[in-house]
């Protein structure tokens, strides 16, 4: 087949941004690239990209990729009639993700999942999840994880730009008061206001991430244990998710006790995840370290104090990256690569 023709929705965000420079970094060829976003942004030119579309029926037909990071109301409302107009959709929301006709890949992880795309829709998992899931594979195909309990410390900038513009706007305020900081917390976080997280994030951590459900737990946990089964294979895996968001502009962490079949040897754990892709180990990584790069990186690995076949590590991935839109240019190489994107045209 020729060069794709290739639609960025959601061209102007966080996500999107580094979407259109992954895929000039790595080389993708492309016939064409087209920036779409909402109708706020139509008209405008996206320097190197031209006018940027607006969604309409006219205009999503005849590419053969489309890659999705606009939100998922706009994934629902337009990923099948960009496969209706020829295009295999990478969706970087949570629309797709659970549908059973939707494959949910991470290209270390499951690539071979791709061909199962029959609804012509390739999901990338939740952010916070994708990092898990490197160090995971790699130490449930020696080991064989039965549990998880997962704590995340994840980004300002995992709500998008607008999460990243919050922190940013709160800093310079509170650093001002610092003996408000040390003497009077709750009014310090009255200086500052917070709409996209859920409190007042400089100088501090908010364990509320996400929407509360019935059960008591956010919809960013539920997505970590309920991706974790599908993208790992594993229905029956026991997850104790908790979500927290932290102070930090890019690079999610999470710290993970995972349990498995057989007792877990420290140094065979550390040579199985230094022996996979795109996965460096290391003593302490951090999330600052890890923001702008594409490997996920591993650390603390340490045998459980208390169970032997518990074994637990920290990892830390760039959540615009590794976490979103490296993963979906991955993945839109290895639809070329297969065979599944230009082949509705
Ligand atoms: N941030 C992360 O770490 C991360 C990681 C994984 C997945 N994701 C997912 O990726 C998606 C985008 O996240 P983001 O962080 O890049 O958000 P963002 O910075 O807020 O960007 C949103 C993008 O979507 C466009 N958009 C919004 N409403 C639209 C509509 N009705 N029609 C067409 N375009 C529309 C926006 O266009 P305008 O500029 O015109 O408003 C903008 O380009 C979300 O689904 C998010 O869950 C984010």
């Known amino acids: 087949m020729s060069a794709p023709r290739v639609a960025v929705v959601g061209a102007t965000g966080a996500v999107g941004q580094i979407m259109l420079q992954t895929l000039a970094r790595r080389g993708f060829e ?11 942004s139509a008209g405008k030119v ?69 061909d199962g795309a029959k609804k012509g829709i390739v999901a990338n998992p939740n952010c916070t999840t994708m990092v898990v899931m490197l160090p995971a594979k790699a130490l449930h195909d020696t080991f064989g994880m039965t549990a998880m309990v997962a704590t995340s410390y994840q980004a300002a900038g995992g709500a998008g730009q607008k999460g990243i513009d919050e922190l940013a706007a709160q800093m310079p305020v509170l650093h001002e008061r610092v003996e408000l900081l040390v003497n009077d917390g709750e009014q310090a976080r009255t200086l500052v206001t917070s709409e996209i997280h859920a409190d007042t994030l400089a100088y501090n951590v908010v364990p509320m991430l996400g929407t509360l459900g019935e059960n008591g737990y956010t919809d960013e946990e539920m997505k970590l244990q309920n991706e974790s089964r599908k993208i790992l294979g594993l229905p029956e895996l026991a997850v104790s998710p908790t979500c927290v968001r932290v102070p930090v502009m890019v690079g999610h962490a999470i710290e993970v006790r995972a349990t498995y079949e057989r007792e877990v040897d420290v140094a065979e754990a550390k040579a199985v995840l230094e022996a996979f892709p795109n996965l460096v180990v290391e003593d302490a990584p951090t999330p600052l370290a890890a923001a702008g790069r594409d490997e996920t990186f591993v650390g603390r690995v340490r045998a459980d104090l208390g169970d032997p076949r518990s074994l637990n590590f ?32």
């Open 314 to 345: 920290f990892v830390v991935g760039d959540n615009l990256l590794k976490g979103a839109a490296l993963n979906t240019v991955q993945l839109a190489e290895l639809a070329v690569e297969r065979g599944l994107a230009g082949a509705r045209a």
């Open 30 to 40: 492309a016939s064409e690239i087209v920036p779409f976003a909402s109708e706020r």
């Open 46 to 114: 996206l320097e190197g990209y031209g006018v940027i579309q607006p969604l309409a029926d006219d205009t999503v037909q005849g590419y053969d990729l489309a890659l999705f990071s606009a939100g998922g109301s706009t994934s629902r409302a337009w990923a099948e009639k960009f496969v209706a107009g020829g295009a295999v959709v990478v969706d970087n929301s949570s629309a797709w993700r659970m549908d059973p006709d939707v494959p949910l890949v991470v290209s270390e992880v499951n690539p071979e999942a791709i």
